[in-house]
């Protein structure tokens, strides 16, 4: 049972933890708070697409996971690091 489901966040959360995790982003905190954060903030500048049955998300996840969707996704997501880095909301 999928129900319904955002697959722009599947991507941006598999994306946002590969960047994260590699040599760009090594000063960067990685801590669960920041990473939320830089998800949260890349969806809310990017379209969401919603799917509710699993061929929908084969389907959509395929058409958005092309290297030219790849890129533009990944300038929201690095734009979304470089805020949440200079103005982290930690306790
Ligand atoms: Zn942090």
């Given at each position: 049972m999928i129900g319904y489901k955002n697959v722009m966040e599947e991507i941006v959360i598999a994306l946002v933890t590969m960047s994260i995790n590699?040599?760009?982003?090594?000063?960067f905190c990685k801590c669960e708070k920041c990473k939320n954060d830089i998800i949260a903030l890349s969806l809310n500048n990017l379209p969401s697409h919603y799917i509710t049955s699993e061929e929908g998300r084969k389907m959509v996840y395929e058409k958005l996971n092309t290297p030219e969707n790849r890129k533009w996704i990944n300038k929201r997501i690095i734009t979304a690091i470089h805020v949440v880095g200079k103005y982290p909301k930690h306790d």
């Open positions: 590699g040599p760009d982003y090594q000063t």
